[in-house]
Nanobody, 126 residues
Framework: QVQLVESGGGLVQAGGSLRLSCAAS????????MAWLRQTPGKEREFVAA????????LYADSVKGRFTISRDNAKNTVYLQMNSLKLEDTAVYYC???????????????????WGQGTQVTVSS
């Protein structure tokens, strides 16, 4: 059974840092595009960051560019999201996602991704 399990969320003060982890099991994701998306109550899920299948391309939402970094450790089948200089508006549930070999479409779109984690809450306080 394919699973993505996020961890590392929590409560942090504005300006602080958190590192989210997404551990994959059930298959290797070294050839998958991986992404982080987030959602707040009453709003649609929004793109945060993505890493291409080759690992050579990273994409970020404008709102997090320069503050967040997505990376992967293929040996651990894990993808990370390093979040620095956190702002109140970064508060959300963060989801990890992965595509499949036959997936198509833009990395920015949640429709690209077939596997999803359960989400981890990030709360930034003033």
């Amino acid at each position: 059974q394919v699973q993505l399990v996020e961890s590392g969320g929590g409560l942090v003060q504005a300006g602080g840092s958190l590192r989210l982890s997404c551990a994959a099991s059930g298959r290797t994701f070294s050839n998958s595009a991986m992404a982080w998306l987030r959602q707040t109550p009453g709003k649609e899920r929004e793109f945060v960051a993505a890493l291409s299948r080759s690992g050579l391309t990273t994409l970020y939402a404008d709102s997090v560019k320069g503050r967040f970094t997505i990376s992967r450790d293929n040996a651990k089948n894990t993808v990370y999201l390093q979040m620095n200089s956190l702002k109140l508006e970064d508060t959300a549930v963060y989801y990890c996602a992965a595509d499949q070999v036959y997936s198509s479409g833009t990395l920015y779109s949640e429709r690209r991704y077939d596997y999803w984690g359960q989400g981890t809450q990030v709360t930034v306080s003033s």
